[in-house]
């Protein structure tokens, strides 16, 4: 974005103050996402080893958490002692899909710069489980022990606690330059079953993705779910021609719904959750669900479709949710969560999540720009929307 003072800023920062020896609790998954993910891309982007030596530092204050009889990691860590434990809510110590699952690019990363396997091996090891465990329907619960190996309980999500895990199969094979078939088959496999099973249309024509609970359907849909369009429209490009066009038309179709979420409230944003059930389609019912904290999803998916559509109407749509954040969020010192979508007098919530500016802006910038600025080609974006680069052949090469 050609912001270079702030960048030289940030760097020095990096340089000087960043403390890895933090005396307090850290989640895996987040350090892995926006610290790593984000040291990484800022390496990979400008070649300063600073990033690269703090991304390494990093990697390995995280490898005690993977200490567990099945390698599946802890959730939460103390970068300072070293020692690991599990979310306190997560089911009888269990570790979380989306948590465990959503390491993978960073890690292999991890190995290529330092020229250390732990780190792909780690990451190796946690697919060899997930391959080795029975599946009900084809479907990834979202709670694993990691003494057991075994499932804790069977509730499937595409939003939260799941959601990841299936990004960084389609991805993995992606960085992989089209050679991890292994991950292209479980991304696979994994798509049909939630298309079997979870994919549904309401009465009023929108496509939306339920969640499951022990075979039990819950007809909603989480914002965090809403990322699955774009997912699905870049698997889609690299699927026969007929099922090509079947996986577009489904990306479409959700892209759609999440859209409808984001039209149907008063300030054009969309809730953290909205219901297909009782009559409502595409609204949040309950209170404690109208509250949007400036996620990125649905724009991330109207950023995958217009490079992959160039259909205009999420140039469009993109705009709508720019003049939105403007209107309804913008305070004095920045951008700020509201409480409730549906009333124009919102609440803020005096918060602006870190992710507002690795995702939202930039999937909005990027929707706005150029195919070529970090094209589709060259780079696959982590969860948190840190750009790392796909392993051509000759990609060695051009870092050297």
């Not at 020095?12 to 996402?33: H, M, P, Q, R, Y």
């Not at 110590?93 to 292999?108: D, K, Q, R, V």
């Not at 979420?261 to 209170?287: C, I, N, Q, V």
Request: hydrophobic content about 40%; glycine content about 8%; some cysteine.
């Amino acid at each position: 974005m050609e912001l270079e003072e702030e960048f030289q800023e940030a760097k020095k920062w990096v340089e000087k103050s960043f403390d890895l020896n933090v005396n307090g609790e850290a989640s895996l998954f987040e350090v892995n996402i926006r610290y790593i993910g984000g040291l990484l891309a800022a390496y990979y982007l400008t070649g300063e080893e600073v990033f690269k030596s703090k991304a390494l530092e990093l990697g390995e204050k995280l490898l005690p958490a993977f200490n567990t009889p099945t390698g599946i990691p802890r959730g939460v860590i103390n970068l300072g002692s070293g020692m690991s434990w599990s979310w306190g809510w997560a089911s009888a110590g269990s570790s979380i899909l989306a948590e465990f699952g959503t390491l993978h690019l960073e890690f292999l990363h991890l190995s290529e710069l330092s020229g250390n396997p732990v780190f792909a091996e780690k990451v190796m090891n946690i697919r060899k489980v997930l391959n080795r465990v029975e599946k009900p329907q084809g479907l990834y619960p979202n709670f694993l022990s990691p003494v057991t190996g075994n499932w804790v309980q069977h509730h499937v999500s595409i939003g939260g606690l799941g959601d990841s895990f299936y990004e960084y199969l389609i991805k993995s094979w992606l960085m992989s330059d089209k050679k991890d078939s292994e991950a292209k088959k479980m991304y696979d496999d994994a798509l049909e079953a939630i298309e079997k099973h979870l994919v549904k249309k309401s009465a009023g024509g929108l496509t939306y993705i339920a969640e499951w609970r022990g075979g039990i359907l819950d007809h909603k849909m989480g914002h965090l779910a809403c990322f699955s369009g774009g997912m699905i429209a870049l698997g889609a490009e690299h699927a026969g021609q007929e099922r090509k066009q079947h996986y577009m038309d489904l990306a479409t179709e959700i892209t759609n719904t999440c859209h409808e979420s984001y039209a149907r409230s008063d300030t054009k944003l969309g809730p953290e959750a909205f219901r297909f059930d009782a009559g409502t389609e595409a609204m949040a019912t309950r209170l404690s669900e109208r509250y949007y904290i400036l996620r990125p999803e649905v724009v991330e998916s109207y950023m995958y479709m217009w490079r992959l559509t160039h259909d205009p109407k999420y140039r469009q749509w993109g705009w709508e949710v720019v003049k939105a954040l403007e209107k309804h969020c913008r305070v004095e010192a920045g951008f700020s969560g509201i409480r409730d979508v549906y009333t124009t007098t919102p609440t803020h919530d005096n918060m602006q999540q870190s992710f507002f500016l690795a995702e939202t802006l930039k999937y909005l910038y990027l929707l706005f720009c150029e195919d070529d600025v970090l094209s589709l080609d060259d780079w696959v974006f982590n969860t948190e929307a840190h750009p790392l680069p796909v392993n051509h052949t000759n990609f060695k090469a051009s870092v050297q």
